[in-house]
């Protein structure tokens, strides 16, 4: 079998090129896959689609790729946090289309699981709802949302294996795992790369069959958007 | 004097039973876990990932792998759980959280609420809101009764993008509780300085005013 490993981003993001659909983890700047979306501005990619729950701060996460005017469209529940998200969509230079976070994290979820699309009673009777096919069940009017896939989906874990096996850490998991599915080819970036069979079966939380790609990330900053602390 | 913010969340706290599941919005809603009593067992939810949200952390305890939905630092509770944000949501829009508390910038007398989107000004996004409001059990909104201009916020008809329908079951606003019934706003509580026939009139949708109105104790 060929290696799924690789030795850092550029050699995972073989393949990229204009226009694709990019499919991210992350929530907020919390397990953001932050080598490849450098990796992605360095490579000068442009006119792509990322479907990501957030679209970062100014000057970081997908934030950094806006500022490049790399982004063509983002797929997103919230992008509150960026400012120049905002200047962009008012003047036209961005796409945007809004998906409720649960509804995001399950067109994920199908797209990957191959289920074309899927009824939800999120956001009957808004904006969201425009165009939709809507459907009564038992009583109750549901839309029709679709799966979304990428080309490339990028994810961030804690741990990785050599075949791909994934372990997060605590609320680093959020989208990773649905967009881990979601991606022709999936790049796993992991703080720790470890040997296959050294992971606890019983503890991954994705296989490895969803991983194209593996390689052990640098440089994390980790950044957190609110530092909250306790006053004792 | 309308009530304080703190003095909104801490008559929602009142709201919250022993037992309860419970997912906390950004705002208000999020100072509601203040002043939950200590013995009501209650698990908190936070929709990015995790069941059993704990205080924010001393300066020692800082993970950037522990936020909760508003991006802050977060300690858990024992028996706590993390999961992915599909898993999150399946909780939520399969009913299994007991009662969602979150604010609003408009409700009106059907329990349609408001606040992800201002045309033209305000792009954020509603983020899990909508999911939160159309498959929640019992649904609370935190909020301003009027804006800065005294203008209700309590409509007749929201004015603005709605984020969900008819799913509002109570306001706790700064000038009382107010429940949404079949026939339009029922004033339950009001602010102990403040008399019902003026909420009413600072209220733009159809408000009646419960038999059994008392004031608010906190």
């Known amino acids: ?232 | 004097m309308p009530l304080t913010r703190e003095d909104i969340a801490r008559r929602i706290a009142q709201e919250v039973e022993d037992g309860f599941v419970v997912n906390l919005g950004i705002g208000i809603p999020t100072l509601v876990a203040n002043y939950i009593p200590s013995h009501k067992d209650v698990m908190l939810q936070s929709e990015n990932g995790l069941l059993g949200v704990g205080p924010f952390p001393t300066a020692n305890e800082v993970d950037p792998d522990l936020i909760n939905a508003g991006k802050q630092t977060i300690t858990t509770v024992p028996g706590s759980s993390f999961f992915s944000s599909a898993d999150s949501f399946a909780m939520i829009r399969g009913g299994h959280v007991n009662l969602t508390i979150l604010g609003a910038m408009e409700v009106d007398e059907k329990g349609n609420i408001a606040n992800w989107m201002v045309p033209g000004k305000l792009v954020k996004g509603m983020g899990g809101a909508m999911d939160l409001v159309a498959s929640a059990r019992r649904v609370i909104v935190a909020m301003q009764h009027t804006d800065k201009e005294g203008n209700s916020k309590l409509r007749t008809k929201c004015t603005l993008p709605l984020t969900g329908l008819g799913c509002v079951n109570r306001i706790v606003s700064d000038f009382g509780v107010i429940d949404v019934g079949p026939d339009g706003f029922i004033l339950k509580e009001f602010a102990p300085d403040l008399n019902p026939s003026l909420i009413k009139e600072r209220t733009e949708g159809k408000l009646t005013i419960s038999p059994d109105v008392k004031a608010m104790t906190l």
């Open chain 1, 1 to 232: 079998m060929a290696s799924k490993v690789c030795a850092n981003a550029a050699e995972a993001l073989v393949g990229v090129k204009d226009g694709m659909t990019f499919v991210l983890g992350g929530f907020g700047l919390c397990g953001i896959p932050e080598n490849c979306i450098a990796e992605l501005q360095k490579l000068g990619v442009k006119n792509l689609t990322c479907v990501s729950n957030n679209a970062g701060v100014d000057d970081f996460g997908l934030g950094l790729l806006l500022q490049t005017r790399q982004i063509k469209k983002m797929i997103s529940s919230y992008v509150g946090e960026n400012a120049l998200f905002e200047k962009l969509f008012m003047s036209g230079e961005l796409e945007l289309e809004f998906a409720p976070q649960g509804t995001l994290a399950e067109r994920m979820r199908a797209g990957g699981a191959g289920i074309p699309a899927f009824f939800t009673p999120t956001g009957v009777g808004t904006l969201i709802a425009e165009g939709k096919e809507v459907r009564e069940f038992d009583g109750k009017k549901y839309i029709l949302e679709r799966g979304i896939t990428g080309d490339f989906a990028f994810v961030k874990a804690w741990k990785g294996d050599k075949f791909g096996n994934l372990v997060y850490r605590k609320t680093a998991r959020n989208f990773n795992p649905m967009a881990a599915t979601a991606g022709k080819i999936t790049v796993a970036e992991v703080e720790e790369l470890v040997e296959t069979g050294s992971l606890d079966p019983d503890q991954i939380h994705t296989p490895g069959i969803y991983v194209q790609k593996i390689f052990q990330g640098s440089n994390y900053q980790k950044r957190i958007e609110q530092k909250t602390l306790r006053k004792d």
